[in-house]
């Protein structure tokens, strides 16, 4: 079955400090790819996707992501958080061969310390 | 412009009771979606419709119904409330399955008691 891992359900950091998150897919076909963010008490918004060209993209907020087609990987980066990123991050994938289907992982959250 | 809206934004239902929450957009989109969101589980499929009159099941199925009789609304129908089904509710929408995003509503926040 199609699936969606993010490895990290829980981060912290501290201001300043750099952010890595990791999101794995398991599908072999084109897929496009996002990422969403949720504030708290707040609906998910997008803060990134990727559908094809260059696999570096850049985001909302200072956040970029690198699809590895090799790895099946389009994990999320940003240099220096703030405080303001405290949220919950939630990888996605729509495969092309199932497009009516956004397939979500269960999320990592992120604290970040002022 | 709306968006995505969802009602109501909170409801408490007795186990047994039926409800309809209702979504609505108007961004003339075809595909609209149910997700429900479980702490730690991220995101589950429902329900979704791929336009007018054409819905199918998602992951998660059971105790629920749906119908998409215009291209703006896609209502979710519990017809016996479970404690299960305490969750919090998303309706999303989007313009087409492949290279497009989806818009989320703001969501509902359902307790089965």
């Known amino acids: 079955a199609q699936s969606v891992s993010q490895h990290n359900h829980h981060v912290i950091l501290s201001e300043a400090a750099s952010l890595e998150l990791g999101c794995n897919y398991s599908?072999?076909?084109?897929?496009?790819l996002f990422w969403y963010v949720q504030y708290p008490g707040q609906h998910l918004q997008l803060l990134l996707k990727y559908f094809s060209g260059d696999p570096l993209v850049k985001g909302i907020k200072g956040f970029e992501a690198e699809f590895i087609k090799s790895k099946f990987s389009f994990n999320l980066r940003k240099p220096s958080v703030q405080w303001s990123d405290t949220a919950e991050y939630f990888c996605?994938?729509?495969?092309?061969?199932?497009?009516?289907?956004?397939?979500f992982g269960s999320g990592t959250r992120l604290s970040i310390r002022p | 412009n709306a968006g995505v809206t969802q009602t109501p934004k909170f409801r408490i239902l007795k186990i047994g009771q039926s409800m309809t929450l209702q979504c609505a957009q108007d961004m003339n989109h075809n595909y609209m979606y149910w997700y429900r969101q479980d702490p730690g589980m991220g995101l589950k499929l429902i329900y979704y419709s791929v336009g007018a009159g054409i819905t199918d099941k998602g992951e998660v199925p059971n105790g629920y119904n749906v119908s998409r009789s215009t291209t703006e609304d896609f209502p979710l129908r519990l017809e016996l409330a479970a404690p299960s089904q305490t969750s919090v509710y998303f309706c999303a929408s989007s313009y087409s399955g492949q290279n497009t995003e989806a818009f989320f509503g703001q969501g509902t926040r359902l307790t089965v008691v």
């Open positions: 599908y072999g076909g084109t897929v496009n």
């Open positions: 996605a994938v729509t495969p092309y061969s199932s497009a009516s289907k956004i397939i």
